[in-house]
């Protein structure tokens, strides 16, 4: 302690300072913390982005697949009803001529 100043004043300086040096101290560590989570943020979203693009595409692709190969079925399967329409359409003429 310093006998020249008065005791009131010294310990008014000695709390601005203190509080200067823990608000320093907090401003440094928010600083930190911000960076951090920064950082956090652009590596979860770059492995967010990346993998789940790579995962769609090929599951769009085994969609796209499959749905060929459906449609495919579905035609085929059409056809075949269509020809045996057409095929028990034209017995049944036949049958009915060759009654007459």
């Given amino acids: 302690m310093n006998d020249d100043t008065p005791v009131l004043e010294q310990v008014t300086d000695a709390m601005s300072s203190a509080a200067t040096a823990t608000a320093e101290v907090a401003k440094t560590a ?12 652009k ?4 492995a967010v982005t990346k993998a789940p693009k790579k995962k769609a595409k090929k599951a769009n692709k085994a969609g796209k697949k499959s749905a060929v190969k459906k449609s495919a ?6 056809s075949a009803k269509k020809a045996a329409k057409k ?3 034209k017995a049944a003429k036949k049958a ?4 007459r």
């Fill in 30 to 41: 928010a600083k930190k913390v911000k960076k951090a989570a920064k950082k956090a943020k």
């Fill in 87 to 89: 095929t028990s359409k």
């Fill in 96 to 99: 009915k001529k060759s009654k």
């Fill in 43 to 46: 590596a979860v979203t770059k």
């Fill in 73 to 78: 079925k579905k035609a085929g399967k059409k």
